[in-house]
């Protein structure tokens, strides 16, 4: 049986721990993998030093966030199966890898400088969260930190040039 050699995959994360008792599990992956987990029908787990691929469920895979995905294989129908092949390291082929590179990461937003439509210059964003979905700057301000959350209806200018950005920010969030 000839096998998928490591160096002409990619790891995107482990397999956490099981969720529920049908055999789905917990998949922490890397935010730039995103985009080809949602392509992937094919995944291949490190058991016992070989990749070996594992099928996923038409309708199997559901994102819990940025980082984490809830994933039934084929094969994988119960708890005890699930509990099996966590902590395994996922891979998926490198010419299967969908590079987003041509879109700009949310998280490359770090070190920009955020402005206000009424305020003028905010402050350097520090880092980016994705709390379930929500995103949330943290910016420095008047020497403080300030939460400001990102939605991009709020976005009136955006310069990858000049590292900057502008949103129309929620009223009264720089008076807390």
């Not at 993998?33 to 996923?56: K, N, W």
């Not at 955020?114 to 943290?138: C, H, M, P, Q």
């Amino acid at each position: 049986m000839e096998t998928i050699p490591k160096v002409d995959c990619l790891k995107i994360g482990y397999l956490q721990k099981p969720h529920g008792i049908k055999g789905e599990v917990v998949l922490q992956f890397e935010p730039e993998y995103e985009s080809s987990l949602e392509e992937m029908p094919t995944l291949f787990l490190e058991i016992d030093g070989l990749l070996v691929p594992f099928f996923i469920q038409d309708e199997g895979l559901r994102f819990r966030s940025g980082e984490t995905a809830l994933i039934l294989f084929d094969w994988i129908d119960d708890e005890e199966q699930a509990r099996k092949i966590c902590g395994t390291s996922v891979y998926i082929h490198k010419d299967d890898w969908i590079d987003d590179a041509e879109e700009l990461s949310l998280h490359a937003l770090v070190g920009y400088t955020l402005f206000d439509t009424e305020r003028g210059k905010i402050g350097s964003i520090l880092e980016v969260n994705d709390y379930a979905g929500n995103l949330i700057l943290s910016v420095e301000y008047n020497k403080q930190e300030v939460l400001v959350p990102f939605n991009e209806d709020f976005l009136t200018r955006f310069d990858e040039e000049k590292r900057e950005m502008e949103l129309q920010c929620p009223e009264g969030i720089f008076d807390l």
